[in-house]
């Protein structure tokens, strides 16, 4: 059995979803919208990987065409009841909303609202999320670490939605790469120098100096709380 990659089990758990609750799949176009893909072609590379792996089957001829295999369901973590598997598969992932009303984005890692933070790139989970609570919209999510940026009502353990972009105005909330460090501020662009600020007055502003490996990674633009 080949192992998934985090975007093929998404995937995966995407289409065992809309299955049961739908009684059909998502079209290749609706699964590159729920991914952020830019197009299709993306979206059918998965597709054929998740064929290769035996987590699928696509049936020819037929407009969304896919079934989830035995082994998909065990690849999601389900068991084989013997049948098509679609209810065990949507037992375990554990999504329940539809996509045109949601985001399914992956918690990518740690941010610190605080001092900077290594970087931690490894996708821990994924959430499915209501896209109307955020704007622009995210391409993934990062749990904060900290309270520097309390006064904005960002606090330790929330998990922050961030639009992927390099570029950004100053007085917006970014998430910023310094070195090999990451950390949500506020950014403050002046004529000769640029600012991440703080907001909670018990931190410091941080003073990015020219010989440090500054760069924008995207914008906030929004948060959830679990659990409070």
């Known amino acids: 059995m080949n192992a998934l990659t985090e975007t093929q089990h998404t995937i995966l758990a995407l289409i065992a979803d809309r299955i049961a609750v739908e009684g059909m799949p998502p079209s290749q176009t609706e699964i590159a919208r729920a991914m952020g893909f830019s197009g299709v072609r993306a979206a059918q590379y998965h597709l054929e990987a998740l064929e290769q792996a035996g987590a699928i089957e696509r049936l020819p001829g037929k407009a969304r065409g896919l079934r989830v295999t035995s082994s998909g369901v065990a690849m999601l973590g389900g068991d084989d009841d013997g049948g098509d598997g679609v209810d065990a598969a949507v037992d375990s992932a554990a999504i329940r909303a539809r996509e045109e ?26 959430v499915l999320l209501d896209r109307n609570i955020f704007f622009p919209s995210p391409d993934y999510m990062l749990k904060v670490q900290g309270d520097s940026m309390r006064d904005e009502g960002i606090f330790d353990g929330d998990l922050i939605g961030v639009h992927r972009t390099p570029e950004a105005r100053s007085g917006e909330i ?37 010989d440090q490996d500054f760069s924008i990674e995207g914008l906030y633009c929004g948060l959830v709380r679990r659990g409070r």
């Not at 970014?174 to 909670?200: C, H, Q, S, Y």
Request: hydrophobic share 45%; charged share 25%.
């Open 101 to 126: 009303d949601a985001l399914l984005l992956p918690v990518l890692g740690r941010v610190a609202a605080g001092a900077p933070i290594g970087a931690d790139p490894n996708v821990g989970e994924h």
């Open 174 to 210: 970014v998430v910023a790469r310094i070195d090999d460090e990451i950390t949500v501020k506020l950014l403050k662009i002046g004529k000769d120098r640029i600012r991440l600020l703080p907001r909670n007055p018990d931190y410091q502003p941080i003073e990015v100096t020219p």
